[in-house]
C-alpha cells in the first residue's frame, strides 16, 4: 500500500515536466549569433536555465538585453512546437497524483502565456491546478517568494508541498521556502550540483520520482 508523502506537488517546468532544453539552447544560440554574431559556451547558456529570460541577457549582455529578449522570444515562439517534447511518464504521473488526491501546480521564471503554450503542446494543460508564472511575484527563484504564491493559492503550508525541479534554484527556492525538495537529472542541473544543494533526493527517470512522492504508508 502506497500514499502520498506530501499532499501538494509543484513543479518546475523546462526541464522538469516537459523537455524543452534543446529548444531554450537553440532559442539562445540563435539570439546571440544574429543580434550579436557571437556565441556561448553550452554549460554557460544551460546554467541560465531556471531564471527569468531578461535579467539574465541583461546581466550577460548590459544594454542589450531588451533587444536579445525580443530576438529570443520570436525565435523560440516560432520554433516552440516543433523542438518541444514530452517527458516520458510524466503525464501518467499527473494522473496517478491527482488519483491519490494531490493537488499539483506549476512554478515558473517564463512568462505564464509561455509557460501555458507549453503544457497545452505536451498535454498537460488539464492535469495542473494552479500555475505561478513570472508576473506573479517580483522576486524569482532561488527567492521562495514565487513557491510560497503557489501554495497559497491553493491553501496549502509548505510543509505540505514539495518543489520538483531540474536546476540548483529549484533545490535552493524550494528549501527557502520550507518546503521539500526533489531534483531530477533529465534537465539542465548537473547531478552533482544539484546533490550538493541539499533536496530530499536526486532522481534520474519518472519512474524513482513516482517512488519518492508515493511512500510506502507506514503501521
Same mark, same amino acid.
Given at each position: 500500500?502506497?500514499?502520498l508523502r506530501?499532499?501538494?506537488v509543484?513543479? =518546475?517546468? @523546462?526541464?522538469?515536466? +516537459? =523537455?524543452t ?7 539562445y544560440?540563435h539570439?546571440?549569433t544574429?543580434?550579436?554574431g557571437e556565441?556561448a559556451?553550452e554549460h ?7 531564471r527569468p ?5 541583461e ?6 538585453? #531588451?533587444?536579445l529578449t ?7 515562439l516560432?520554433n516552440? =512546437?516543433?523542438?518541444i517534447r514530452?517527458?516520458d511518464?510524466?503525464p501518467?504521473?499527473?494522473d =496517478?497524483?491527482? +488519483? +491519490?488526491?494531490a493537488?499539483t501546480g506549476v512554478?515558473?521564471?517564463?512568462k505564464?502565456e509561455?509557460?501555458h503554450l ?6 498537460? $494543460? ?12 517580483p522576486?524569482h527563484?532561488?527567492h521562495?517568494a514565487p513557491l ?8 496549502a503550508?509548505?510543509?505540505?508541498c514539495v518543489?520538483?525541479g @531540474?536546476a540548483?534554484?529549484d533545490v535552493e527556492?524550494?528549501?527557502a521556502a520550507?518546503?521539500? #525538495?526533489l531534483?531530477v537529472?533529465?534537465? $539542465?542541473?548537473?547531478?552533482?550540483a544539484?546533490e550538493?544543494a541539499g533536496?530530499?533526493?536526486t532522481?534520474?527517470?519518472?519512474? #524513482?520520482l513516482r517512488a519518492?512522492l508515493f ?5
Amino acid at each position: 500500500m502506497t500514499s502520498l508523502r506530501w499532499p501538494v506537488v509543484l513543479f =518546475d517546468f @523546462d526541464g522538469t515536466l +516537459a =523537455d524543452t532544453i534543446p529548444l531554450i539552447v537553440a532559442s539562445y544560440r540563435h539570439t546571440l549569433t544574429a543580434v550579436l554574431g557571437e556565441e556561448a559556451p553550452e554549460h554557460e547558456v544551460r546554467s541560465w536555465i531556471g531564471r527569468p529570460l531578461q535579467p539574465v541577457l541583461e546581466e550577460r549582455y548590459p544594454g542589450r538585453g #531588451a533587444e536579445l529578449t525580443e530576438a529570443y522570444r520570436a525565435w523560440n515562439l516560432a520554433n516552440h =512546437d516543433d523542438l518541444i517534447r514530452t517527458v516520458d511518464g510524466v503525464p501518467a504521473l499527473l494522473d =496517478d497524483l491527482h +488519483a +491519490a488526491g494531490a493537488r499539483t501546480g506549476v512554478v515558473s521564471s517564463k512568462k505564464a502565456e509561455t509557460v501555458h503554450l507549453g503544457l497545452r503542446a505536451v498535454g498537460l $494543460a488539464d492535469r495542473i491546478d494552479v500555475l505561478a508564472g513570472q508576473e506573479a511575484t517580483p522576486h524569482h527563484k532561488p527567492h521562495p517568494a514565487p513557491l510560497l504564491h503557489a501554495a497559497q493559492q491553493l491553501g496549502a503550508a509548505p510543509q505540505d508541498c514539495v518543489y520538483v525541479g @531540474d536546476a540548483t534554484v529549484d533545490v535552493e527556492a524550494a528549501l527557502a521556502a520550507g518546503m521539500g #525538495a526533489l531534483a531530477v537529472t533529465w534537465g $539542465a542541473g548537473l547531478r552533482a550540483a544539484l546533490e550538493a544543494a541539499g533536496p530530499v533526493a536526486t532522481v534520474d527517470d519518472v519512474a #524513482a520520482l513516482r517512488a519518492e512522492l508515493f511512500a510506502a504508508a507506514r503501521a
